[in-house]
C-alpha cells in the first residue's frame, strides 16, 4: 500500500499569513523551494485495491483532494479536534453523493464526543441534507475497506491526540501528528512499522509537539523501516532539513507519494 501527505505544515501553514508585503512570512524557509509551501496536516492511505483512508479533515481539506486527484473515499478518521485537523470537514460533503449511505468516520471517544458537539449536522442530517459521516469511537474497531486498525492515546500538552498504525497488503503505515511526549503504548504501536509519519515541528522541544530528535528517537526505539516527518513550521526549510537528518529519514511535503 502506498500514503500520500495531503498537507505537512503547522496550524498556520506555510507561509503563515502576513510577512512585510504580505505575500506570507516565510520564515527560515526559501520560498523559491515549492516543498516548502505547506498546508495543514493530513494524509491518504489507499491499498493495492484501490480503497482509501484520509486521516484528519484539515483546513485545507478540499484543496488537497483536489491537487492528488482524490476522487472518493472508503473512511475517514481523525487523530484529535484541533482546527486545525477538522474545519475542513464540511469538504467530504460531495464525497456523499452517491453514496448508498454515509462515509464511515473514526475517533477517539472524547474526540467524537466534541465533533459531535461543534459539526451535529454532518453526522445527523439537517433541513432534509442526508447525514454526510457515520461517526463512531475506535474501542472495537480492526478492519476497515480491507486495512487492519490499531490506535493508541498520545500525549499533546495538556491534551491528548491519537496514533494509528494501518495494515493491509502485508504492510503498514503508521501516523503520529501532535505529539509532546513518547510512551510505551507508543513504542509498542508503531514496532517494526514500515512507514512512521511523525509530528517535527521544529528543533527546539515544544511544550505541545514534537520536535526533530524526539521524532528520531521515536523511530529508532520503534525500528521503524521509514520515518517522514510532518508537521514542519517556518523554521524548517526542506533542503536545509534534508542534508541534517539520517538515511532513513524523509522530509515530507505536500504532495509526497511513499509506498510501503
Not at 31 to 53: D, F, H, M, Q, Y
Not at 104 to 126: D, I, N
Not at 223 to 241: A, E, F, N, P, W
Request: charged residues 25%; negative net charge; proline residues 5%.
Amino acid at each position: 500500500m502506498k500514503f500520500i501527505m495531503l498537507g505537512s505544515g503547522t496550524s498556520t501553514g506555510v507561509p503563515r499569513v502576513g510577512g512585510p508585503d504580505g505575500t506570507g512570512d516565510w520564515g527560515d524557509c526559501d520560498p523559491n523551494e515549492p516543498r516548502n509551501r505547506r498546508t495543514r496536516v493530513s494524509i491518504l492511505v489507499e491499498s493495492n485495491a484501490g480503497k482509501r483512508l484520509l486521516i484528519d479533515t484539515s483546513s485545507d481539506c478540499r484543496a488537497q483532494l483536489l491537487a492528488n486527484k482524490i476522487p472518493s473515499i472508503d473512511a475517514v478518521f481523525w487523530t484529535h479536534d484541533h482546527a486545525d485537523h477538522c474545519h475542513g470537514i464540511d469538504d467530504l460533503r460531495v464525497m456523499r453523493y452517491g453514496r448508498g449511505g454515509p462515509i464511515p468516520g473514526y475517533a477517539s471517544t472524547e474526540t467524537v464526543r466534541r465533533l459531535r458537539q461543534r459539526f451535529g449536522y454532518v453526522f445527523a442530517g439537517q433541513d432534509g441534507y442526508p447525514t454526510i459521516i457515520s461517526l463512531d469511537t475506535l474501542e472495537r474497531l480492526r478492519i476497515v475497506a480491507g486495512f487492519g486498525v490499531e490506535a493508541c492515546q498520545m500525549e499533546h500538552g495538556p491534551g491528548e491526540t491519537t496514533g494509528y498504525r494501518f495494515e493491509c497488503d502485508g504492510k503498514s503505515i503508521a501516523y503520529a501528528t501532535d505529539f509532546s511526549a513518547i510512551s510505551d503504548d507508543m513504542v509498542d504501536l508503531y514496532d517494526g512499522v514500515d512507514i512512521l509519519v511523525s509530528d517535527c515541528l521544529r528543533r527546539d522541544p515544544h511544550p505541545t509537539h514534537a520536535h526533530l530528535a524526539m521524532a528520531i528517537e521515536l523511530a529508532e526505539r520503534c525500528g521503524v523501516k521509514r520515518l517522514v516527518l510532518s508537521h514542519l513550521d517556518k523554521s524548517m526549510d526542506y533542503q536545509t532539513l534534508v542534508s541534517e537528518v539520517p538515511d532513513f529519514v524523509t522530509v515530507g511535503y505536500d504532495g509526497l507519494e511513499m509506498q510501503a
